[in-house]
């Protein structure tokens, strides 16, 4: 019998252990969950002159209340920055670094995407770098990294250079990454040649390049602070974004992501079971390999606290020609669940989980389920598979004016269910999304325990409400799979020689 139940929208944890659904409600009623924990942090922001500028105009803006230019529920009224985390940003405090313009304008006339990429992307990471190992200067917690929207333009795959080019780069792709003779007789064609180890994409390799570094930043373009400017807007070189019916959303979303870049928390699942742990795994093909069945691996780990962490699996063979699928060998899978497991002791005080759940877009295989098993051996840890994909065909129809609710769930079977988590949302009187809401099949595959499917959809219903990059009521996708392609991007964008082996999640957004 066909039977459609409903999973009641998850709550989000706020100061004072207050619970309300809406993480602005909750931010504007109470603040974020550990409000007066952060006492001491300094911002830098590096650019252009007028980016600077820009920039320190717009903290000081959204620093006090905004209000939207009409009532609506999905762009509440902004309350402050200052109001609503109990801190505060000194402007006159603020480390700044400037980009030389002159030179981002030769870059842009770059013939070679490749070379123009990397050029505009050492011009800011040569400057944070030097800044942060000058032992003289001040330690700056958060780098408001402020970008031309030309940046932005021609800094991303498949862009092209602007203006009159300026003929650069190594056309043969075989010395492009091979050694040759000229590597040690000449330092420029060496350095040259460094630019092809990388993605011409400017967001991924910068974020690349700095976490080898520990760097923090929010990388924002300058029409994004200053669309209220006439002058930026009637400039004929730089794209016309008029976000003024969007100043309020803009603010919500960047405060919240600088205070939890700061190290603040603005909000915990009210609902999430304790000593629960989700890692979502990442496989993202690696251009520079030879063969195509080569593959970045990642393992995303969320804890019940609502902070998470990224592990860098080695690259590999990890494609399977009969299943059409990546998967792990035996062994990498135990030593990247094995690193998961010793990150969640480091933050618990050394006790382990009581359950893990591995979302995955596909089946786990027998060798890749061996290897998870072997982690867990001799601990008393229940291990879940759980495949998430979005459904293609399925779909269901309200005879009503809006379509059917978010957090509806279709159990077929104990361990197949169909989640909605798009659909209409009573709290902003809207549904997510434009276009008729498509489920996601959930699919428990592998595991022990006795899980029902009911509380494992329940666990991915909250977890779309953690994403700390923007501050939404919800994403369609959780946590775990959401910014699955966003760092694997970053992880595949060049060498990874260098890179720590475990850092926070903040770093990647």
């Known amino acids: 019998m066909f039977e459609l139940k409903h999973i009641k929208e998850p709550v989000l944890l706020f100061n004072h252990d207050q619970k309300v659904t809406d993480p602005r409600d909750?931010?504007?009623?109470?603040?974020?969950?550990?409000?007066?924990?952060?006492?001491?942090?300094?911002?830098?922001?590096?650019?252009?002159?007028?980016?600077?500028?820009?920039?320190?105009?717009?903290?000081?803006?959204?620093?006090?209340?905004?209000?939207?230019?009409?009532?609506?529920?999905?762009?509440?009224?902004?309350?402050?920055?200052?109001?609503?985390?109990?801190v505060t940003i000194n402007l006159n405090s603020t480390i700044e670094i400037k980009v030389d313009e002159n030179k981002l304008n030769e870059y842009y006339r770059y013939s070679d995407a490749h070379v123009r990429v990397a050029n505009m992307v050492n011009l800011y990471v040569d400057a944070l770098v030097e800044y942060k190992t000058d032992d003289d200067r001040p330690p700056v917690n958060l780098w408001f990294v402020v970008i031309p929207d030309l940046v932005y333009q021609h800094g991303r795959i498949k862009s092209k250079g602007f203006g009159e080019a300026i003929k650069i780069g190594i056309k043969n792709k075989y010395d492009r990454v091979n050694p040759g003779l000229f590597d040690e007789i000449d330092p420029e064609y060496a350095k040259l040649k460094e630019c092809y180890l990388y993605d011409n994409h400017f967001h991924n390799q910068l974020k690349l390049k700095l976490l080898k570094h520990e760097v923090l930043t929010q990388i924002i373009r300058e029409s994004t602070v200053a669309y209220k400017e006439d002058e930026f807007l009637k400039k004929n070189r730089e794209p016309k974004r008029d976000l003024s019916k969007m100043e309020t959303d803009i603010a919500w979303n960047i405060a919240t992501s600088t205070y939890y870049k700061i190290g603040g928390l603005p909000w915990k699942l009210g609902t999430i079971r304790k000593d629960v742990c989700y890692i979502g795994l990442v496989f993202k093909i690696d251009e520079r390999q030879k063969s195509n069945k080569y593959a970045c691996c990642a393992a995303q780990m969320f804890l019940d606290s609502g902070d998470g962490m990224v592990f860098k699996g080695a690259v590999g063979p990890w494609y399977n020609e009969e299943t059409k699928e990546y998967h792990l060998t035996k062994d990498a899978a135990l030593d990247l669940l094995s690193k998961a497991i010793q990150s969640f002791k480091k933050s618990n005080d050394q006790n382990i989980p009581k359950e893990v759940f591995i979302h995955g877009r596909t089946q786990f295989d027998n060798d890749e389920w061996d290897g998870f098993c072997e982690a867990v051996k001799d601990l008393e840890i229940a291990l879940v598979g759980v495949t998430i994909k979005d459904e293609k065909v399925f779909k269901l129809y309200r005879d009503k004016n809006f379509p059917i609710l978010r957090g509806s769930l279709f159990v077929k079977d104990d361990n197949n269910a169909f989640l909605w988590t798009k659909g209409f949302i009573p709290r902003l009187q809207q549904p997510l999304g434009m276009e008729t809401p498509n489920p996601l099949t959930i699919r428990i595959t592998r595991g022990k325990g006795n899980v029902k499917i009911e509380t494992v959809c329940q666990d991915i219903l909250a977890l779309t409400k953690l994403n700390y990059n923007s501050c939404r009521f919800c994403d369609g996708l959780p946590v775990t799979l959401k910014f699955a392609n966003v760092i694997g991007d970053v992880l595949t964008a060049g060498t990874l020689e260098g890179l720590k082996p475990a850092l926070p999640f903040r770093y990647y957004i």
Not at 35 to 44: A, E
């Open 26 to 86: 909750g931010l504007t009623l109470f603040g974020p969950f550990n409000k007066n924990k952060i006492n001491n942090f300094s911002i830098g922001i590096i650019g252009t002159d007028k980016g600077i500028i820009r920039m320190k105009k717009w903290i000081a803006r959204f620093l006090k209340p905004m209000q939207p230019l009409k009532k609506d529920y999905a762009k509440p009224f902004y309350p402050g920055f200052e109001t609503i985390f109990g």
